[in-house]
């Protein structure tokens, strides 16, 4: 049985664990309202949609940003026995997770009244005059080189039936900046769902237990917590 509490009500049974790896037309607005000036942010988009940004937090989301490990091991938490995550992107070997504004600051203010919180990784929080850099909306797809110059073709008379083309998988290019910058769960509408400090509360003292117990399903939380009411 499932330990998420009550005053946190599930997503409908219908959502699920998107893993578009593109952003939506919808959720670039999202993201650009962040931007005291959307229009430039959509004009450099527009330029370059395959380079990263950097947006501001405190507003429109807070970002909590966590070791990749932990960080996985968290939206999993949120996915598995909570009610799912807002939009979530790698960024340098680490996990970013789009939260409720106001998130930043509290969320280290209350792991701080639960035992477990020596378990849960360094995070790093980021809210109000603080900013982050986001992944490119669209991935980076490397051109596909034309063949040598003098290939040998087959006869006329014995050309074999053209194969379709078959996409070429994503390769990170270690030279490029947004090589270890992706997004896990792309924003895909304009008002997305986002995990407030409760939410990530539960969820990760949930993966910390999970990670100290080496996989093990912890049991249930006792009624009552050591944390201030929400």
Known sequence: MSDWPSEHPRRPASATFH???????????????ADPCPESVHARWAACPDAP????????????NAPALFGRELVDRLWTAGPGSGPVATHRGRILLFAEPGTARRLPALLGWE????????LLCHGTGDAVTVPPLFPHRPARPDPPYGTPTAPTGDAPTPEPDRPEPDRPE???????SRW?????????????????????????????TGGAEPAADAPGSSAPAL
Do not use: K, M, Q
């Open 115 to 122: 035992e477990w919180s020596g378990s849960v990784p360094p």
């Open 174 to 180: 270690p030279d490029r900046p947004d090589a270890t």
């Open 184 to 212: 896990l769960v792309a924003p895909d509408v304009r008002h997305p769902w986002l995990p407030g400090p409760g939410t990530l509360l539960w969820a990760c003292i949930r993966a910390a237990r999970r990670v100290h």
């Open 19 to 33: 893993t578009a790896s593109y952003v939506t037309l919808a959720g670039a607005d999202w993201l650009a309202s």
């Open 53 to 64: 940004s950097t947006l501001p937090c405190g507003s429109v989301f807070d970002v909590i």
